[in-house]
């Protein structure tokens, strides 16, 4: 082991800017892949009603869809703002 590297710091650093660089995006793009309806909401054949006919549970499952991307969109906005507020106070 050397001195003058602190293997400590660096293994935090790549560790945080794999679930930073990498992961909200990620966390972002599962939130809109959720807000997609289930079946094709404005798909192709959406407008002329020839599309996939919505079955019982699809207002359901739009509403847990809806949530569940709200609750990504939510960490997706909650580390940006620990982001910011980290760079502000200077560490």
Known sequence: MSSWID???VWRIVVVGLLAGAGL???FAVGLRLLAAPGGG???GAASGTGS???AG???ARAVGTG???LCF???L???GWGIFTIVNGG
Do not use: E
Request: a neutral charge; aromatic letters at 0%.
């Open 74 to 76: 939510a960490a997706v």
């Open 42 to 44: 404005a798909g192709p």
């Open 68 to 70: 569940a991307a709200g």
């Open 7 to 9: 293997l400590g710091a």
């Open 58 to 60: 699809s207002g359901a």
């Open 78 to 80: 909650a580390g940006i």
């Open 53 to 55: 006919a919505s079955g």
């Open 25 to 27: 995006p990620a966390l």
